[in-house]
Every structure is written in C-alpha cells, then in structure tokens.
C-alpha cells in the first residue's frame, strides 16, 4: 500500500501536476486514404502548429512554471478513418509497430471486431492533433525513480518521538510508538503497530505490517500475510451479485458489437439479436 506525503489533499495535489491538454480537430472528407493523404498531412501540420501555440499560450497566462517549453510537448496526430459502406470510424495514430495510417487502422478494427473487409476502400473523415504539456515534476519523478537503495543494508530502522496505548483488533491494547512524517528521513524502515503522523493525515500500520519511507517522502507499506476467505458451497448474495453483474456486461458488450458491425438492419436498429 502506497500512501502519498499528500494523501490528505490528493485531488488539489493532482490538478497542480496535471498535464495540459490542447486538442484541434476539423472535418476532412475524402475518396481514398492513399490519395488524399499528402492533403490530410498538410491539414495535421497545420493543427499541430496551432495546437502548440496555444498550448504556451495556455501555459503562460497560467504560470506554469512547472512545464518546460518545447521539450516536454508531446503531440499526437490522429486521423478518423472508416470503411467504405460503414458509419463507424476509429480514431487511428501512426505507430512503431505500424508506421503507416492504413496499417494502424486495419489492424486496430481486427482487434476491435475481429475481422476485417476486403477489397474496400478506407475513408478519412476527420483530422485530430492532440498536444500535451507534461508537468516537469513529473518528469523529475520518472527520472530520479531509480534512486530506492539495492539491498536493505542502506534502509534504517526509525526511531519513534512518542508512545500511546493505542487498540488493535488483532493484538488488544498495546503500546504503540509515534512517528511525525517530518522527522523521518528517506528509506527509513518503521515496524508495525506504529502510528506515522503527517502535516495532512494520520497512518495507521497495523502489527505485523511494515512502512518504508520512500526518496519522495511517500509512505509505502507492506502488508502482512493473514488467511485468505476461500470460496466455498454456500450461496454468497454478493458474490452472486458481482458474477450477475460481470456477465451482464460480457453480454451487453457482444451485443454493442454487433450492433457495430452488422449490416443487417433486424440488428442495428431493432437491435434483434436472436437472429
């Protein structure tokens, strides 16, 4: 278990290392993708362009100092494509696997449907750019994720402020050791039952478990083992409410794709699916 240093204003925490988002998208109708591909490329240049205007622009009259400019910009380009004689269309980006639109498209309606129409010309009908300003500290987290120590040799055992009778359900009453999140340093080990306190919350690490202290300050836990409740014979209301509830989905999936793919019209509109 993963406790953030912020677990008590988590969501004003997350808005402030959100990335932003600017997204241009224009009709584009076309005969065939590989005709008019050369046209739809300049229209996508052109949006990522404005797109990324006015993205720094968004970024500076919010003073985001926290985004860099340029470098932390990631722009994805899309294009609408559909089977000719269809109405569904799937928003399509090129890919390492797939360099090319008609390649990423044909492969992505074979995973979505699970086949694929032969001797039909794929269609364009819109043009999308997608722009994302990544925050830089989250850029600094993916890179200093690699500074947790190798072995346990470098983690030490904490040292508590106070102690408090505090009631555990497994052990009773016991005396229990106070830690203040401010005093710990990184990768400082703290044995369970303790009680760890932050600026925003309480932890609570119940006999048995383990918190460890991470390089950010977080508080990551681990659990200890108890028996596991094993499924018997008996009838459980709620595991029959869960199971009820998964295949109703699986079902109205199926349904939804047929309704996708078919043609027939007993189908996609009557949605008449016992034929």
């Known amino acids: 278990v993963l406790v953030h240093r912020y677990s ?13 988002v600017i997204e241009k998208q224009e009709p584009f109708k076309s005969s065939d993708i590989r005709s008019s591909l050369s046209l739809a490329t300049e229209r996508l240049d052109a949006l990522e362009q404005t797109a990324r205007n006015d993205l720094l622009e968004t970024m500076n009259r919010n003073m985001r100092s926290t985004i860099h400019s340029g470098d932390s910009i990631v722009v994805t380009r899309y294009l609408s494509c559909r089977y000719s004689g269809t109405d569904t269309s799937m928003m399509t980006a090129c890919s ?10 044909i492969a992505n309606y074979r995973r979505e449907y699970g086949f694929e129409l032969h001797n039909r010309s794929i269609l364009i009908d819109d043009v999308r750019v997608r722009a994302v300003g990544r925050s830089a500290s989250m850029l600094e987290i993916n890179q200093k994720a690699s500074q947790a120590p190798s072995s346990d040799e ?3 055992t904490a040292v508590p402020s106070e102690y408090a ?3 555990f359900e497994t052990v009773g009453r016991v005396t229990t050791p106070i830690f203040y999140l ?3 340093a990184p990768f400082t080990r703290v044995n369970g039952p303790a009680i760890i306190i932050q600026n925003v919350a309480t932890v609570v690490v119940e006999p048995g478990c383990q918190a460890c202290i991470t390089w950010q300050g977080d508080i990551e836990i681990l659990i200890a083992e108890s028996s596991s409740c094993k499924v018997g014979l008996e009838l459980d209301p709620i595991y029959l409410s869960i199971f009820s509830h998964r295949f109703m989905g699986i079902a109205e999936q199926m349904g939804r794709t047929l309704q996708r793919t078919s043609i027939s019209v007993n189908i996609k509109e009557r949605l008449d699916f016992s034929c």
Not at 11 to 18: Q, V
Not at 96 to 105: D, H, I, K, M, V
Request: hydrophobic content about 45%; charged content about 15%; aromatic content about 16%.
């Open 96 to 105: 390492a696997a797939y360099p090319s639109y008609e390649e990423a498209f």
């Open 165 to 167: 009778s505090v009631y």
């Open 182 to 184: 401010s005093e710990l």
């Open 8 to 20: 008590g204003i988590l969501s004003a925490y997350g808005l402030s290392l959100a990335d932003i």
């Open 154 to 156: 470098n983690i030490k």
